[in-house]
């Protein structure tokens, strides 16, 4: 899982192995360890039907998203979901492979549906 912030936006990047955790466990979670103290950050999938929705406490952020949603992103081609709470804008979409040449491991990512019209 992968999260980006910018400015009053939250991304929240899956790979397959983590939809597959999401649908068994219900819950995701990592860090960035700083010096002094850790910020997590975490993706539960909620029992409610609705949409996203987002906390943060205990220097914990964490995006709700409803069970109905991780179906649709296993069994369709459904890309991701987003909602609007309050001033903050919330994703959460799966990861793909990049198009150009990366460093990191992509082995779990979501083969990119550009690529064939990139390399065209």
């Known amino acids: 899982m992968k999260i980006r912030i ?10 397959r192995s983590d939809i597959a955790s999401l649908e068994q466990v219900g819950y995701l979670e990592d860090k960035v360890k700083f010096p002094e103290q850790t910020l997590m950050y975490a ?9 996203l929705s987002s906390s ?7 995006l709700f998203m ?8 296993i069994d ?8 609007n709470d309050g001033q903050l804008h919330l994703l959460v979409e799966k990861d793909f492979t990049c198009l150009e040449n990366v460093e990191e491991d992509q082995s779990d990512n979501y083969p990119n549906p550009l690529t064939e019209k990139h390399y065209e």
Do not use: A, C, H, W
Not at 6 to 15: C, G, H, I, W
Not at 56 to 62: A, S
């Open 6 to 15: 910018k400015s009053n936006s939250l991304r929240y990047r899956l790979t």
């Open 66 to 73: 409803p069970k109905s949603m991780i179906s649709e992103l």
């Open 43 to 51: 993706l539960k999938i909620t029992d409610e039907d609705g949409q």
């Open 76 to 83: 369709t081609d459904r890309v991701g979901f987003e909602k």
């Open 56 to 62: 943060f406490k205990n220097d914990t952020i964490t």
